[in-house]
C-alpha cells in the first residue's frame, strides 16, 4: 500500500520550453538587397571620390581619441503607423539609450569634423533618410541610429545593419535598428528578462558595428590601410570542414591571438564562425559549438550571454574603431583551456568525456556548465549536433519569477541571483522521492577566497557548507534524511562563474562582467536609486565630497572599478587606456606612449606602465602577475624564469636545456656543463648520467632508477619496480608486487591498476579482461553494455537499450519500460519526439510532428527554421505553421498577399507582384518598381552630398595642420 502511495506521488519535470530568439540580422531580404547596392555605390563611386584621404583615416590610431558619439532618432516610431502602443514605444526608447550609452563606454573613435551626414542617395534599408540629414547632418553624432518597428509572428526582438559608411574614416555611421513589436508583447518584464532584450539589442547593435558577412569587405586590412574589398576577403576568411560542417574560419590578427590563448592551441588559424541556420546566423555569429554563450552567436541562450574578449578582438579587427574597451569583456570559461581537440571535435572527440561541456544525449539533466540552471542535454540547431545542458527557462536560478513555481517550496530551491544550480534531492521533510528530479536551484554563497561554499535553505532555516570539492552529503532535518547534495566538484569554477549584477539591475540598466551601467537618471549598485547627479550617503549631490569619486553607477565611493581611476580635479572616476585594468591617471598626451597602466587585462602583461601582448626582449610574461619580468642573469632572452632562449655566450655561457651553463666545470667529476649561477652540475659527459647533482655511470643509478639515453639523467622506475630498462618496461619487481606487462602491481587479480587503499577497486584490467563500471574487470561486457575496443572498457548502451553495438546502435530497445527501437539503431521512449518538434502525431515516429518548438513552424509534419520558398510563417491556434503564399508572389512575409519578391515575369510594387510598374514607376535591377522621378532628384543630391564631403574633409584638413602646428 505504501509503495502505491509513493508512486503517485512521483511529479514529472514540467518542461516550459526555452525561450529562444533567433538572430535574423541578415536573413531580411530587404538587408540583403540594400548592402548589395550600397557595397557597389560605395566602392565605384563614393569612396574613389575621397581617395587621397587616408591620412584622416589613419589619425583613427592617433592620440586624440574620444568616446564615440551615438545618436538615436526615434522620430519613425511616430511617424509609422503599424499598430505601435505607447508603452512599447517608451520600452523601445528606455533600451536603446541605455545600449547606446553603453557603446559610447565601449569604443572610442576620431571624432567626425562637423555633423554627421548621410552621403548616400539610397534609402537606409528600408526608411527614407531625412533630407535633413543628408544635406546639413546629425549634430555631435559619430553613429546616428534610425529606430523603427515591424510587427511580425516571429520570435526575434529586432534585426539591424548599419546603411553608409563615411568614406573619410571609413567606418559605419550610420545603421537602422528594427524591433519586432509582435514578439515585444510585455513591456514591463521582470529584471532577468529585461537583460535578456537589452542583451538581443546589443546583439543586434554589434552588427552594425560591423560584425556581418555583409560588413568584412569594409574592414580595413592593416597592411595597407585599405578595406579588403570582396576581391581581397579570402585574407581573413578560409573555410574548413569542421565535425562535418562547411566552416568559415575568421583569421583576422587580433580574433585569430585570442581564439589560440582562449582554447591553449597555438595550432589555430582563426576563429570559427557559425556554420547552421541559414543566412541569417551562419557567418555572422561566432559558432555555437565552441563558445556557447558568448553574445555574439546565433541564438538566445536561457542563461543570458556574455559579451567576451572574442568580439571585442572582432570589433578591433575591422579597423573601423580607434580603441575598443577591452576592460568592459566578460569571461567566458565555455572550452576554455580545453586545447586543440576541443576547438576541432569537440562532443565528436575519443576524449569527450573530459569536456563537461557536453553531455552525450538529451536524456541527460543535471546542471548546465555555468550552474546557472538545471534541464536535459540539447541539440539547438547550432551545436554541430552537439548536446548540452541548457536550463528550462522555468528551472533557470538566476530568474526571480520562477519563485513562485508550485513545485519551489516542496523542492527547498530558491530563485535569486546569489542561486546556482547544485545536484541535490533535497525534499520537504516527509515529501523525500517525490520528484525524480537530481538538481535544484539553492541559495548559494561563495567565500571570498572560495574555499567554502554556504547554501542557504530559507523553507527550513538552515544553512549547509561545503569545504570539499565533490563530497556527498546526506541532509537530515530533525533527524529524518530530507536528501542528498554533492557540493560543486570545482569550487573554483562555481564561484567564478557567477556574472549576476545585482538584482539584475532593477530593469535599469545593462549587466556587463557583474556591473550595472544604468540609465540616465539612476544610480546605486543595482540602478535602483532615482538620482540626476551623484548618489552620496543617501543623498542626491552635485558633486562627491573629496576623497570619493562618482563611479560609473553614479554613486560616489572611495575607489573606482577596474579600467577607471579617481581623478581628484573633478572627484569622478575617469576611463583609463582601454589597454589597462587599473591605472594611476590618463594616458600621457601626443608623442609619449606611456598609458599610466598599474594592472593589465587578461592575456596581457605590464611592462613600465603600458600593458603589452608581448614583453620585450629579455622580459617574459610572467602569466601569475600578468607582468613583464627580467629573464634570469645570463640570459638574454627566455621563455620563462626556468626556460631560457639565448644565453650570454660574450660571457662564455652556453644554452642547455633551458638553463644557461659555462663549460669551465672543472671542479666536477665528469661534468660538461655547469650552471654559472647555482655552482652545480646540469649536464654530464657521454657516458655519464647525472642523478643528486653527480655525474655517474648507468650501474650507479642505483635500484628503482635507469639510465634514461635521451636526457642523460637517471630516472626512477614505475612504482613497485626495483629494476627496469625505462619506465613502462620493468624487469623484476619489489615483494608483494607481481609482474604485468612490463608493469609492476599489487592490485588483487585481474586487475591491473587500482585504487591505492581498495585494491580490488579496478581502474585497468589485465589482458584479455575488460573494465565494468569503472571498478571490475570482467573477461565478457554484461548485458546493457558495449565493448570499446580501443579503450578496453564496457560502456553502457544508450538509455532504454538492452543490447548494442556501440553508444549509437542499439540492437534491442527496453520494451517493457516503453522504449521502441527506432530507425533500426535508437531507442526513443513512446510518445517523445525529436526537437525541434515539440508534439508528434505519431507515438512510434519521434520526426511527424504535429507541433514545433517557439522558433520554428511546421511545413509538411516536419519543423523548419524558414518555411519553403513560398511560403510563409503565421500561428494558427497557437502552432507556428508554413502557409502558401498567394499564387501571385514568388515569396512572401507574414501575410499570403504581402510579397517580398516576384517570379521573372513580374515586378514588385508595395508588396504586390504586378505584371508592369504603374505610372511613374520603372522597373529597377531587382525587378522592384522604384519612383521614376527619384533618379533625378538622386542624381542632383549625389553631387550635392559629394561636395558636402569634399567640404568636409577640407574644413577637417585645415584644422588638423593647425593643430599640428600649434
Ligand atoms: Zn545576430
Redesign the pocket.
Known amino acids: 500500500m505504501k509503495i502505491i502511495i509513493q508512486s503517485l506521488l512521483v511529479f514529472t519535470v514540467c518542461i516550459i520550453p526555452l525561450i529562444i530568439g533567433e538572430?535574423?540580422?541578415d536573413s531580411n531580404e530587404e538587408i540583403k538587397r540594400f548592402q548589395e547596392e550600397f557595397s557597389q555605390q560605395y566602392f565605384n563611386s563614393i569612396l574613389p571620390n575621397h581617395q587621397n584621404q587616408n591620412n584622416l583615416r589613419k589619425l583613427q590610431n592617433s592620440q586624440d581619441l574620444q568616446n564615440i558619439r551615438v545618436t538615436l532618432d526615434f522620430s519613425y516610431l511616430d511617424t509609422l503607423q503599424l499598430g505601435i502602443t505607447d508603452k512599447q514605444k517608451a520600452y523601445i526608447q528606455k533600451i536603446s539609450k541605455i545600449a547606446a550609452q553603453f557603446i559610447t563606454k565601449l569604443i572610442k573613435v576620431k571624432p567626425l569634423t562637423g555633423n554627421n551626414i548621410y552621403g548616400s542617395n539610397l534609402r537606409c534599408i528600408d526608411i527614407a533618410v531625412p533630407i535633413n540629414d543628408q544635406k546639413i547632418g546629425v549634430e555631435n553624432s559619430d553613429l546616428n541610429l534610425y529606430i523603427i518597428y515591424f510587427n511580425s509572428g516571429s520570435s526575434a526582438l529586432a534585426n539591424a545593419a548599419s546603411c553608409f559608411m563615411n568614406p573619410v574614416y571609413q567606418r559605419p555611421t550610420f545603421g537602422r535598428v528594427s524591433f519586432n513589436i509582435g514578439y515585444l508583447t510585455n513591456t514591463n518584464p521582470n529584471s532577468f528578462k529585461f537583460q535578456l532584450d537589452l542583451q538581443v539589442l546589443l546583439?543586434?547593435i554589434i552588427?552594425v558595428l560591423g560584425f556581418s558577412s555583409d560588413s568584412m569587405q569594409y574592414w580595413i586590412d592593416p597592411d595597407t590601410q585599405k578595406p579588403y574589398k570582396l576581391s581581397g576577403i579570402s585574407k581573413i576568411n578560409t573555410y574548413q570542414t569542421i565535425r562535418g560542417f562547411k566552416t568559415l574560419i575568421l583569421t583576422s590578427k587580433n580574433v585569430t591571438d585570442i581564439a589560440r590563448k582562449h582554447y591553449n592551441c597555438s595550432q589555430i588559424i582563426g576563429m570559427q564562425i557559425e556554420n547552421q541556420g541559414g543566412s541569417?546566423?551562419a557567418g555572422?555569429?561566432w559558432e555555437r559549438t565552441v563558445i556557447m554563450n558568448e553574445l555574439?552567436t546565433?541564438q538566445q541562450v536561457s542563461i543570458g550571454a556574455t559579451l567576451s574578449q572574442f568580439t571585442i578582438a572582432l570589433l578591433k579587427d575591422t579597423g573601423f574603431w580607434g580603441d575598443v574597451n577591452i576592460n568592459i569583456a566578460g569571461q567566458i570559461l565555455w572550452g576554455k583551456n580545453q586545447g586543440c581537440d576541443f576547438y576541432n571535435q569537440a562532443c565528436q572527440s575519443s576524449n569527450k568525456a573530459n569536456f563537461q561541456e557536453f553531455v552525450s544525449s538529451s536524456s541527460v539533466e543535471g546542471c548546465s556548465l555555468t550552474n546557472d540552471g538545471y534541464g536535459v542535454g540539447i541539440n539547438d540547431g547550432f551545436s554541430d549536433n552537439c548536446y548540452y545542458i541548457q536550463p528550462y527557462s522555468n528551472m533557470l536560478c538566476t530568474d526571480l519569477s520562477n519563485q513562485n513555481n508550485s513545485q519551489t517550496d516542496l523542492k527547498l530551491e530558491s530563485y535569486s541571483t546569489n542561486s546556482r544550480c547544485i545536484m541535490s534531492t533535497l525534499t520537504k521533510p516527509g515529501m523525500l522521492g517525490s520528484f525524480s528530479s537530481k538538481s535544484r536551484c539553492h541559495e548559494s554563497l561563495c567565500s571570498s577566497d572560495f574555499s567554502t561554499i554556504t547554501i542557504t535553505i530559507k523553507q527550513l532555516n538552515m544553512t549547509i557548507e561545503c569545504n570539499q570539492p565533490g563530497q556527498s552529503k546526506v541532509i537530515n532535518y530533525n533527524n529524518k534524511k530530507i536528501g542528498d547534495l554533492e557540493c560543486p566538484k570545482n569550487f573554483n569554477y562555481f564561484c567564478s562563474n557567477n556574472q549576476q549584477c545585482v538584482n539584475n539591475c532593477s530593469s535599469n540598466g545593462l549587466c556587463i562582467n557583474k556591473i550595472c551601467h544604468c540609465a540616465e537618471g539612476f544610480t546605486g549598485v543595482d540602478c535602483s536609486i532615482s538620482c540626476n547627479y551623484f548618489y552620496e550617503n543617501g543623498s542626491c549631490v552635485n558633486n562627491c565630497s573629496n576623497g570619493n569619486f562618482a563611479n560609473p553607477d553614479k554613486t560616489c565611493r572611495s575607489s573606482c572599478p577596474d579600467g577607471y581611476f579617481g581623478d581628484t580635479k573633478t572627484n569622478q572616476c575617469q576611463q583609463c587606456d582601454f589597454s589597462c585594468k587599473q591605472c594611476n591617471g590618463p594616458p600621457s598626451s601626443s608623442q609619449s606612449l606611456q598609458k599610466n597602466c598599474t594592472q593589465c587585462t587578461l592575456y596581457k602583461y605590464l611592462y613600465s606602465g603600458n600593458c603589452l601582448d608581448q614583453c620585450p626582449t629579455g622580459y617574459y610574461g610572467d602569466i601569475l602577475s600578468q607582468e613583464c619580468k627580467k629573464c634570469g642573469s645570463g640570459c638574454l632572452n627566455c621563455e620563462n624564469s626556468q626556460k631560457c632562449i639565448q644565453c650570454d655566450s660574450t660571457i662564455g655561457l652556453v644554452l642547455n636545456q633551458g638553463i644557461c651553463g659555462s663549460q669551465n666545470c672543472d671542479q666536477f667529476n665528469n661534468c660538461n656543463q655547469c650552471s654559472a649561477i647555482s655552482k652545480t652540475c646540469i649536464d654530464c659527459k657521454s657516458g655519464f648520467y647525472l642523478i643528486n647533482q653527480n655525474c655517474v655511470t648507468p650501474d650507479q643509478c642505483g635500484d628503482g632508477y635507469y639510465a634514461n639515453k635521451n636526457n642523460k639523467l637517471c630516472e626512477k622506475c614505475g612504482d613497485g619496480c626495483v629494476k627496469c630498462s625505462n619506465l613502462d618496461l620493468c624487469n623484476e619487481c619489489a615483494v608483494g608486487y607481481r609482474l604485468t606487462d612490463g608493469i609492476c602491481t599489487n592490485c588483487i587479480f585481474p586487475c591491473k591498476k587500482c585504487d591505492q587503499i581498495n585494491k580490488s577497486q579496478c581502474q585497468m584490467c589485465e589482458s584479455g579482461y575488460f573494465l565494468y563500471q569503472n571498478s571490475i574487470c570482467v573477461n565478457k561486457c554484461p548485458k546493457n553494455t558495449y565493448l570499446d575496443p580501443v579503450s578496453q572498457i564496457c560502456y553502457p548502451c544508450q538509455k532504454g537499450c538492452v543490447d548494442c553495438q556501440n553508444q549509437l546502435k542499439c540492437n534491442q530497445c527496453d520494451e517493457i519500460s516503453g522504449y521502441y527501437l527506432f530507425d533500426n539503431q535508437q531507442c526513443v521512449l513512446k510518445g517523445d519526439c525529436f526537437s525541434p518538434c515539440l508534439v508528434c502525431q505519431d507515438p512510434k515516429n519521434p520526426k511527424i510532428c504535429s507541433k514545433c518548438q517557439d522558433s520554428f513552424s511546421l511545413q509538411d509534419n516536419l519543423c523548419v527554421q524558414q518555411c519553403k520558398s513560398g511560403y510563409y510563417s503565421q500561428k494558427i491556434n497557437g502552432i507556428n505553421t508554413c502557409l502558401k503564399c498567394s499564387d501571385s508572389c514568388q515569396q512572401c512575409s507574414y501575410q499570403a498577399d504581402k510579397c517580398s519578391t516576384c517570379s521573372n515575369e513580374k515586378v514588385l510594387y508595395n508588396d504586390k507582384c504586378l505584371t508592369q510598374c504603374p505610372q511613374d514607376y520603372i522597373k529597377s535591377n531587382n525587378n522592384i518598381c522604384k519612383k521614376a522621378y527619384d533618379d533625378t532628384i538622386n542624381n542632383s543630391s549625389k553631387n550635392l552630398t559629394i561636395c558636402g564631403f569634399e567640404k568636409v574633409y577640407i574644413i577637417g584638413f585645415i584644422i588638423i595642420i593647425i593643430t599640428t602646428f600649434i
Open positions: 538572430c535574423q540580422h546583439h543586434e552588427h541569417g546566423s555572422s555569429h555574439m546565433a
